[in-house]
């Protein structure tokens, strides 16, 4: 089911979380809410499952008016970053609970629980407590109750915030798989742009309360319309008044090529990239990142001098932080210093 | 090593000396003149009177302090409202105020001269002197235990799984009845517990608007009193120990929760 939001403005005292926020999210698809802590991302998903009221603007699902909805009527399926496991019931009896408050068949409630247990691989645990369970398996287990109730949208604040690196790049994939199998709408908040561009098919960047960029991960990471964005969603190294991304510099030997004048400070090995940290003539410092192969056919040194080049045209890093997201930017900056 | 045997003994010294020690002397002498005339002494009609009616005031007060007591709590850990910094303070005046003065307060508004005492006489209700007036003021000196025992409970809980239950299409009732409640069981149980103990020792409020009548508005503690000021010490003996055991089973009952909590 579609979900659209209008103008959405919400504070809590003095502090603006949402302010006049808009977005459209297509049936079936997966998106993520992108942005750094504060800045609203969890606000909106609250707002958007009925968990928060907005002070103004409205929330539609499927077309539908849902702005003032309870909760239990929206159809959402809602898992928290921190599980929200409820504690006193096993696993079988938490995945059920939604069915059991709908007052359905008991046979029927096994069944479909069974289905789910099977889907989030916890199927040997259905008599286990949550405190036995793992951080993963736990927030596999808040999955499986989201879904048990057949939502129209799930949501899900920071799912795996709170889990170790190698956990979350599973349940990552794992989520993705997910996604493909069961096609519901699906919406999730995450602070980590590696894990919005790997998951989500469409991001959407907040800053300050308000949207900064909405667009596939390709696009808000090659067309930022901020500086915001730009800084956010990956690497960026200064050169002159604009901002370029390490990978998107090149060096060259030959002064003839044009470029800026730089000298090499430092060659990190990072495996497959190489990470070159220069200091320009005006004493600024920016880094490049090569790959192996180019470095070893450079054969860069510390001291040496070279001259730096940006393969595409730095966006102006007087664009400055906070200002609306408009189409198009990605103003070259003015080379030399 | 050793200043921790030390610190030990002084304890366990203080304790005996305060507590044990007492107490023990309250047992010895029921059961001085053996188990028979113990028990004669304990089952005169005015004790098992007295016996009854302590019962009857747990019976009424507890419940009805359990349900204001989770209301209450839940009203300060979860709800806005204008004038809840007052609320939260009012609910702690029975600690705060003397027992005497809140029979006496209680003589005030419901006794025969008292504010509300004539309407309430019209009305065939006799409040002071009667063991309705007991009630109350068992109930007011009683009343924060449950509240202040839920409300750090339900803080700690959070309001997520309650936020969790309500997405998966839970109503209110269903949200606290399967979730809320089994969650702050034991907080719950743990104040239902210091609420009965406190009820079943209560002296002073009760005291001030029982007019002491005997065999009709006497308590436990007032019957250990009057049989005491009466000269009948294996009454006095022998109620104080029924007493002491009631408190006995209710704080051992408590210490049962808590291993069962922690475990």
Same mark, same amino acid.
């Given at each position: 089911?579609?979900?659209?939001?209008?103008?959405?403005?919400?504070?809590?005292?003095?502090?603006?979380?949402?302010?006049?926020?808009?977005?459209?999210?297509?049936?079936?698809?997966?998106?993520?809410? #992108?942005?750094p802590?504060?800045s609203?991302?969890s606000?909106?998903?609250?707002?958007?499952?009925?968990?928060?009221?907005? @002070?103004?603007?409205?929330?539609?699902?499927?077309?539908?008016?849902a702005t003032?909805?309870?909760?239990r009527?929206r159809?959402?399926?809602f898992?928290?970053?921190?599980?929200a496991?409820f504690?006193?019931?096993?696993?079988?009896?938490?995945?059920?609970?939604?069915?059991?408050?709908?007052?359905?068949q /008991?046979?029927?409630?096994?069944?479909?629980?069974?289905?789910?247990?099977?889907?989030?691989?916890l199927?040997?645990?259905?008599?286990?407590?949550?405190?036995?369970?793992?951080?993963?398996?736990r927030?596999?287990?808040?999955?499986?109750?989201a879904?048990a109730?057949?939502?129209r949208?799930? #949501?899900?604040?920071?799912?795996?915030?709170?889990?170790?690196?190698?956990?979350?790049?599973?349940?990552?994939?794992?989520?993705?798989?997910?996604? @493909?199998?069961?096609?519901? *709408? *699906?919406?999730?908040v995450?602070?980590?742009?590696?894990?919005?561009?790997?998951?989500?098919?469409?991001?959407?960047?907040?800053?300050?309360?308000?949207?900064?960029?909405?667009?596939?991960?390709?696009?808000?990471?090659?067309?930022?319309?901020?500086?915001?964005?730009?800084?956010?969603?990956g690497?960026?190294?200064?050169?002159?008044?604009?901002?370029? /991304?390490?990978?998107?510099?090149?060096?060259?030997l @030959?002064?003839?090529?044009?470029?800026?004048?730089?000298m090499?400070?430092?060659?990190?090995?990072l495996?497959?990239?190489?990470?070159?940290?220069? *200091?320009?003539?005006s004493? /600024?410092?920016?880094?490049?990142?090569?790959?192996?192969?180019?470095?070893?056919? #450079?054969? #860069?040194?510390?001291?040496?001098?070279?001259?730096?080049?940006?393969?595409?045209?730095p966006?102006?890093?007087?664009?400055?932080?906070?200002s609306?997201?408009?189409?198009?930017?990605g103003?070259?900056g003015?080379?030399?210093? | 090593?050793?200043?921790?045997?030390?610190?030990?003994?002084?304890?366990?010294?203080?304790?005996?000396?305060?507590?044990?020690?007492?107490?023990?002397?309250?047992?010895?002498?029921?059961?001085?003149?053996?188990?028979n005339?113990?028990?004669?002494?304990?089952?005169t009609?005015?004790?098992?009177h007295?016996?009854?009616?302590t019962?009857?005031?747990?019976?009424?007060?507890?419940?009805l302090?359990?349900?204001?007591?989770?209301g209450?709590?839940?009203l300060?850990?979860?709800?806005?409202?204008?004038?809840k910094?007052?609320?939260?303070?009012?609910?702690?005046?029975p600690?705060a105020v003397?027992?005497?003065?809140v029979?006496?307060?209680l003589?005030?508004?419901?006794?025969?001269?008292?504010?509300?005492g004539?309407?309430?006489?019209?009305?065939g209700?006799?409040? +002071?002197?009667n063991?309705l007036?007991?009630i109350?003021a068992? +109930?007011?000196i009683?009343?924060?235990?449950?509240?202040?025992?839920?409300?750090?409970?339900?803080?700690? +809980?959070?309001?997520?799984?309650?936020?969790?239950?309500?997405?998966?299409?839970?109503?209110?009732?269903?949200?606290?009845?399967r979730?809320t409640?089994?969650? +702050?069981?034991?907080?719950?149980?743990?104040?239902?517990?210091?609420t009965?103990a406190?009820?079943?020792g209560?002296?002073?409020?009760?005291?001030v608007?029982?007019?002491?009548?005997v065999?009709?508005?006497?308590?436990?503690?007032?019957?250990?009193?009057?049989?005491f000021?009466?000269?009948?010490?294996?009454?006095?003996?022998?109620?104080?120990?029924?007493?002491?055991?009631?408190?006995?089973?209710?704080?051992?009952?408590?210490?049962?929760?808590?291993?069962?909590?922690?475990?």
């Amino acid at each position: 089911m579609s979900i659209i939001v209008e103008g959405v403005s919400k504070a809590f005292g003095d502090f603006q979380a949402l302010d006049d926020v808009s977005l459209e999210v297509p049936d079936g698809s997966l998106t993520a809410l #992108l942005g750094p802590s504060g800045s609203g991302k969890s606000t909106l998903l609250r707002v958007i499952a009925g968990l928060e009221e907005p @002070d103004s603007g409205a929330v539609l699902i499927s077309g539908e008016d849902a702005t003032r909805l309870p909760v239990r009527r929206r159809g959402v399926g809602f898992v928290f970053q921190h599980y929200a496991a409820f504690k006193h019931m096993t696993v079988r009896d938490n995945v059920a609970f939604g069915l059991k408050v709908r007052r359905r068949q /008991r046979a029927e409630i096994r069944a479909r629980v069974d289905e789910l247990l099977a889907l989030v691989h916890l199927e040997g645990f259905a008599d286990r407590y949550p405190a036995q369970l793992s951080g993963g398996q736990r927030q596999r287990m808040a999955l499986a109750r989201a879904l048990a109730v057949e939502p129209r949208v799930l #949501l899900l604040d920071e799912p795996f915030g709170a889990l170790d690196a190698n956990v979350r790049a599973e349940l990552r994939a794992w989520l993705r798989r997910l996604h @493909d199998e069961v096609h519901v *709408t *699906t919406i999730f908040v995450t602070h980590d742009q590696e894990e919005a561009m790997d998951v989500a098919e469409q991001v959407v960047v907040l800053n300050h309360a308000r949207v900064e960029q909405i667009g596939s991960p390709r696009e808000v990471y090659e067309h930022p319309q901020s500086e915001f964005v730009m800084r956010f969603v990956g690497p960026v190294t200064e050169i002159g008044d604009g901002l370029v /991304r390490p990978h998107d510099i090149d060096l060259r030997l @030959d002064p003839d090529d044009g470029g800026l004048e730089a000298m090499i400070e430092r060659v990190v090995h990072l495996g497959f990239e190489v990470r070159v940290e220069l *200091t320009l003539a005006s004493d /600024r410092r920016l880094w490049a990142q090569l790959t192996r192969a180019r470095a070893t056919e #450079l054969e #860069l040194e510390p001291g040496q001098i070279v001259w730096v080049r940006p393969d595409r045209s730095p966006s102006s890093a007087a664009d400055g932080e906070g200002s609306a997201a408009r189409p198009g930017v990605g103003i070259a900056g003015e080379l030399g210093d | 090593m050793g200043s921790r045997l030390s610190l030990r003994g002084l304890a366990l010294g203080y304790l005996t000396v305060l507590l044990v020690f007492p107490l023990g002397m309250v047992g010895y002498r029921t059961f001085e003149h053996g188990l028979n005339a113990a028990w004669n002494a304990a089952t005169t009609p005015d004790a098992v009177h007295a016996f009854w009616l302590t019962l009857l005031m747990v019976a009424v007060a507890v419940p009805l302090n359990t349900i204001f007591g989770v209301g209450a709590a839940l009203l300060i850990a979860r709800r806005e409202f204008r004038g809840k910094a007052l609320f939260n303070a009012a609910v702690d005046i029975p600690f705060a105020v003397s027992p005497v003065v809140v029979g006496l307060a209680l003589i005030l508004a419901y006794g025969q001269p008292g504010w509300f005492g004539k309407d309430l006489a019209g009305a065939g209700i006799q409040v +002071i002197f009667n063991p309705l007036g007991m009630i109350i003021a068992s +109930i007011f000196i009683s009343l924060p235990f449950v509240v202040r025992e839920t409300v750090p409970v339900l803080r700690e +809980i959070g309001t997520e799984q309650e936020q969790a239950a309500a997405t998966l299409g839970a109503r209110s009732w269903q949200t606290f009845w399967r979730i809320t409640l089994p969650a +702050i069981r034991w907080g719950v149980a743990y104040g239902v517990i210091l609420t009965t103990a406190r009820v079943l020792g209560e002296f002073g409020a009760v005291s001030v608007v029982s007019g002491k009548l005997v065999g009709k508005t006497e308590t436990l503690p007032l019957h250990v009193q009057t049989a005491f000021e009466d000269f009948n010490l294996a009454g006095a003996y022998s109620a104080a120990f029924v007493l002491a055991l009631m408190a006995f089973v209710a704080v051992l009952s408590m210490q049962l929760l808590k291993g069962r909590e922690t475990a």
